[in-house]
């Protein structure tokens, strides 16, 4: 069932409280717009970042996630014009105005080799007229950005900033598509960067529902349910924490995020023809072929009348997977090289690059350490799945909060030591946390540097964060002002997705 993208008159149908101070920002947004452009903007495009509270790179394998979209947020003033030039100014001068037109063909040239943050609005605006296929000649548009998520910490603002240029451009043009074609067409979209991401923070952004995380599955199909964490007392808080290390996704892609991307697409070629699996039409005909798919696939076969309760059924194939990919890539602990992975499939080096797309994505690799990043997928999702079954169990004691903190725990264990996206700081930062009173305390987003997400009591949040601020930030970066370190380490809450605010 396809939803709407909401649109609304009211912020109280986006945000939960602090109206005044998100009023004074909207109507900040739209003089800006008016001083630069001498007009009314028509709406105002509005996508979240978000947190990841656990569930980190498996998204592109195809496993589901937990995330919960956060307050601070994209906005994208818009008008429409006449003509077909789009002009993008920022609310904040170190982005300077960029201007483009609309190619018949090729709709925008993206230049990946620049980092200009205009590539970002580029990717949404082809996209988006891709996906409305039917628009011969795009309206011309006016368009002033006000950006509130941190930049490069893991929060996505990226992924927010190319969802809201989705919508704008789709409600410019008149064809705002539905919230499943904004989230399919933001994923691609991204792509055109050199991103080569799984799906998780655009879905965040653009589908949850205030209040509540959501469990994002992505195989066979797309599926949100949104979770209420546990009505525990004193209730739960999630405390996130800028580690102050810039992690860019895409300027680094080829070393960290996509060459992670490419372990885990050929783990799974090469996991499934160990299963003799590979030449079934599933495995076959994906493209790409991921670790959920080989799961599916192998239960498909081996266990044709599989009949447990989902929870049941997910905690028992990943727990076997675990078991298989561990028994399988063993035989290389140190890692596979190209030829290594050819090899075993019967393929040219060229030919397997073809299959997990790195003549998109480039990489660059000696060996790929298949072992570790399969035992992390796996794992990962095995937590994933727990998470979220202890918050729906009932359980409202103190059993609760140490359950998720521990899952939450080892989690970053994993991420540090499977899978190497951590980092000093991250690492450092956690620790610190869990001797200050988290219970839980992890990397979230991409990692290599960002953000940190812990889950703590709500009494205990204050002095959580001061302990944060005294044993962190003044030692590492003294320089930061009072005002500087509320946008640095903060308490959060879920919010509501993606919306278009339109003007009475």
């Known amino acids: ?67 919960m979209a956060i ?12 003509g077909s030039s789009v002009k993008l100014s920022n609310v904040n001068a170190k982005f300077p105005t960029r201007q483009f037109d609309y190619q018949p063909g090729s709709i925008v040239e993206i230049d990946e080799s620049t980092h200009d943050w205009v590539n970002y609005f580029k990717c949404g605006y082809k996209g988006a007229l891709e996906a409305i ?27 927010a900033f190319v969802c809201c240029a989705v919508m704008a451009t789709m409600r410019a043009n008149d064809k705002l598509l539905s919230q499943e074609r904004v989230v399919e067409t933001s994923v691609a979209s991204e792509r055109y960067i050199g991103t080569n991401g799984g799906g998780m923070d655009q879905t965040t952004s653009i589908m949850s529902q205030s209040q509540s995380a959501a469990f994002i599955e992505f195989s066979p199909m797309l599926r949100v349910t949104p979770v209420r964490f546990p009505s525990t007392t004193p209730p ?42 590979l030449e079934h039409s599933a495995c076959a005909n994906a493209d790409p072929l991921t670790f959920k798919t080989v799961m599916d696939e192998f239960f498909a076969s081996s266990y044709p009348s599989d009949c447990d309760s ?13 078991e298989q990919a561990e028994a ?21 080096a060229s ?46 004691s103190d059993k609760c909060f140490v359950a998720l903190g521990d899952l939450m725990n080892q989690s970053q264990d994993s991420c540090r030591d499977l899978f190497e996206c951590s980092c000093p700081e991250l690492d450092e930062i956690c620790d610190i946390a869990r001797k200050a009173g988290s219970l839980g305390s992890r990397l979230t987003g991409a990692g290599w540097g960002g953000c940190s997400v812990h889950l703590v009591r709500q009494d205990g949040c204050d002095n959580f964060i001061a302990a944060l601020k005294q044993d962190y930030y003044l030692k590492r970066f003294p320089q930061l002002s009072d005002e500087d370190l509320k946008h640095v380490v903060f308490a959060t809450s879920p919010s509501s997705g993606a919306a278009i605010y339109a003007f009475d």
């Open 236 to 277: 739960i808080a999630f405390v996130i924490a800028n580690t102050m290390v810039e992690s860019d996704k895409a300027v680094t892609a080829p070393t960290n995020y996509n060459l992670r991307v490419v372990e885990t697409r050929i783990g799974a070629l090469m996991l499934a023809k160990h299963l003799n699996i």
């Open 71 to 82: 307050v601070p947020d994209c906005l994208i003033a818009v008008k429409a014009v006449g």
């Open 133 to 159: 296929a039917d628009t011969a000649s795009p309206v011309g548009m006016q368009c002033l950005m006000d950006g509130s998520v941190p930049i490069s910490v893991g929060l996505s603002s990226s992924s």
């Open 351 to 396: 030919d397997l690059a073809g299959l997990v797309h790195t003549d998109r994505y480039p990489i660059q690799a000696d060996r790929f350490k298949l072992l570790q990043r399969a035992q992390h997928a796996f794992s990962e999702a095995l937590r994933v799945v727990k998470f979220r079954q202890v918050c729906e169990s009932g359980d409202t």
């Open 1 to 67: 069932m396809d939803h709407s993208i909401p649109i609304v008159s009211a912020l109280d149908d986006i945000y939960a409280d602090n109206l005044l101070q998100h009023g004074a920002r909207y109507q900040a947004l739209t003089e800006a717009f008016i001083k630069v452009y001498g007009a009314m903007p028509d709406f105002i495009a509005r996508a979240p970042g978000r947190v990841n509270i656990i569930g980190e790179h498996i998204d592109y394998c195809g496993f589901p996630v937990f995330p």
């Open 310 to 322: 989902p929870v049941l059924k997910w905690t028992k194939r990943l727990a076997v997977m675990l």
């Open 328 to 348: 399988f890539f063993t035989t290389h602990p140190q890692g596979f090289t190209l030829d290594d992975c050819a090899g075993y499939l019967g393929i040219s």
